[in-house]
């Protein structure tokens, strides 16, 4: 099946910076792959995703980039503010009907210090 | 439209216990599935259903059981609880066209 791996488990990033968050995905036949922003005690929120017919998605400050040669895909952050520090999950999927599965990857915990 | 709701909120559970984790949602979606997070692991998929009637298993399926009698909704159930399954289990719903799943707010179980 498939397998996400997620790059750092912990990131800290002054207020201001930008955050690069990286995911690895085993399977090639995998062609959905959604960013997730989970904040303390709260369920996980979609904040970008992209497919595998494009290489690269922004929506303002987020920007999602896919290299499917490699295999990964990377969640950048720009001029990041104190609202942004949460905790940040990739996954992956093949999207087909009757296919549905996501894989997620663990997690990486942004800290944007002020 | 309430999205995806989850209940109970909170829950101590004693070992060999069994309950029910209700997972309901109002958008029509055929998709639903179950998660349990713990620290450092991620969220990992319990079971799943891509419509009424059909379950199948997820990455983490043992100890639990679920069904799915109508599109609405998809329970989980631990059938004799025990302290692994001390975890944050959340619903999520959707997929389809829009590939785009929604998680509920979760339930917290402890199993003491």
């Known amino acids: 099946g498939e397998n996400v791996e997620q790059h750092p488990s912990t990131l800290s990033v002054q207020e201001g910076d930008s955050a690069v968050i990286k995911c690895t995905y085993s399977d090639s036949a995998s062609n959905y792959f959604p960013w997730y922003k989970q904040e303390l005690g709260k369920r996980p929120q979609l904040i970008i995703d992209i497919r595998s017919n494009v290489g690269e998605k922004k929506d303002q400050r987020i920007a999602v980039t896919l290299n499917k040669t490699a295999k990964h895909f990377s969640l950048h952050i720009t001029e990041t503010q104190p609202e942004d520090s949460a905790v940040y999950f990739c996954?992956?999927?093949?999207?087909?009907?009757?296919?549905?599965?996501?894989?997620f990857g663990t997690g990486t915990r942004l800290t944007i210090i002020p | 439209n309430a999205g995806v709701t989850q209940t109970p909120k909170f829950q101590v559970l004693k070992t060999g216990q069994s309950m029910t984790l209700q997972c309901a949602q109002d958008m029509n979606h055929e998709y639903m599935s179950w998660y349990r997070q713990d620290p450092g692991m991620g969220l990992r998929l319990i079971h799943y259903s891509v419509g009424a009637g059909i379950t199948d298993q997820g990455e983490v399926p043992n100890g639990y059981n679920v069904s799915r009698s109508t599109t609405e909704d998809f329970p989980l159930r631990l059938l004799s609880a025990a302290p692994s399954q001390t975890s944050v289990y959340f619903c999520a719903s959707g997929g389809g066209e829009t590939d785009t799943q929604y998680f509920g707010p979760g339930t917290r179980l402890t199993v003491l």
């Open positions: 996954a992956a999927k093949i999207s087909n009907f009757g296919n549905e599965k996501l894989t």
